[in-house]
């Protein structure tokens, strides 16, 4: 095919760069040369662009401007809609037999005429639109990048509110625990006085004790001068020095019969006659995933540090920081009885074997006997220098024994109404202690960090286990006797085997302190109180820790009832919850 070009001046913006023609065209054209053809097409079609250049403001500020300065051809504005629409086949046949039409001279050019300026206009608004639209365009993708900038904004804002909150939180809580303080600080000051008032009554008398030794040693010495010269004077001795050697016998005696009262502890070997309970519990499957709160009750004002359960019955026992411990129903959650007494704040509490008696112990540094019967106390130990932490009964019910901060423990004969031992050995305070079940073995745990079994008929340690790095808070028997849990100021919970004298596991449920640790009745799982505000539930077969969430401080004790469908837990919120 023959290539050629139209050197006809076009008046219109725009030109036909190239035009094929068939071969078997019957008409003889001029052959022009391509190169010079396309030098002229490339200046032309940069002439025709810049010419037909558009710009939105100037349109849109002056109508006017929208029509072409050079009207355009009818036969231009054909070729040049069909080259841009591309179609080239319909583009050929329409050259072709224009071509042939104006060679042969039958094409009347004077009736073609220009295209209107309706079709230049639409053209001028074609061009304009593609350009707003290309300008809405990059406004949606800058206006996409400012919403995704604004969520990023909204996000890290939310995330600074969140810590914000948490922060005031945490400062609430300190101001909170501050006040607490100071509350307890002063609370000490009337101990203190009496402390003082006691040490210079016990000064007066060890004075006075000191002045009527010195006075009767000199008696003393009168009559033994006396004796010898009567003696040597062989005369007897007078009414005075018999009644004084009858009264020392006196003394002799009342010295020799002194504890008539105490008890004695039962045999060592004794059966658990709970053991068929356990074992069947034993058979039933716990799982952590399972308990739900269903109630909580407000018991105290203040914070709930002990919670103990009624040997048989659904009842429950607190002891609180407000000087006061309650019994409570756990169906019902009624509050059945009220103890007041202690000076102090109340650490723990312990029922009778019989549940006819309650033990509590306080930071007035005494252990108290509460008789439900009667609703009062019934019997006051003192002989512990500082606060009483935990206390426990005996199977048999005649002794109960005691911990302290003086970093000592106590056994207490209950017939007596006197400490039988002092459990020495320990060098810092004892947070808690209890009896193992059906046994004269008592168990202490230490800020120390060790964890002791004690022989209470002869008030001497068999046995201490090391393992912890941080002060112990608690430790706890199971059911069955041979497994011991502890827990620590860290969080760290381990399981001691009795027999073998070694640590099970160890699981972290920190970096929060550990308050107090409970076995299930079955002994599979582990509950502990925790300083976070949750209840941590350890499944002692895989050490999977799971979290009970609802206290809104920190959870200072917990304990599982006697079948283990229910768990109890209490803290600073005063408040019991139950999860079943």
Known sequence: MAQICDTESVEGPNYLEKVSIPEDCEDEYEEISVEEDSVAEEEDFETTTEDSEFVPEQVLSSPQKLQSPIPEVVDDFLRNFLVKMGMSKTLDCFQTEWFGMQHKETLKTNLVGLVPDIYTHNQLLDNELKNVQTERDSYKQAAFQAGETIVKLQKERDFHRLQHKRIVQEKNRLIEDIRRLKKHYESYGPALRQLNEKYQTALREKMLVSIERDRVSSQVQNLDSALCSSQKGGTKPSVDEMATSDLAKCQAKTATSKHLKDSEFPARTRINPFLPHIKALFAQSTKTSGFSLTKSIKAHT?????????????????????????????????????????????????????GHYLATTSGDTTVRIWDFAKSCCVLTLEGHTHTTWGCSFHS????????????????WDLYSERCRYTLRGHIDSVNSISFVPFSNILLTCSADKTISLWDARAGLCAQTFYGHRHSCNSATFNALGDTIASCDSYGIVKLWDVRNISALATVDTGPHPSNQVAFSPNGKVLAVASNDHEVKLVELASSHVSSLLGHNDAVESVIFDHKGEHLLSAGYDGEIFIWS
């Open 396 to 411: 048999c019910g005649d002794f109960v024994a005691s911990c302290s901060m003086d970093n000592t423990a106590k056994v």
């Open 302 to 354: 203040m914070a709930v540090s002990y919670l103990a359960i009624h040997p048989r019955k659904l009842l429950i026992a607190t002891a609180s920081d407000d000087h006061l411990w309650r019994l409570w129903g756990i169906r019902e959650g009624e509050m059945i009885m009220t103890g007041e007494g202690h000076t102090d704040w109340l650490s723990s509490c312990s029922f009778h074997p019989s």
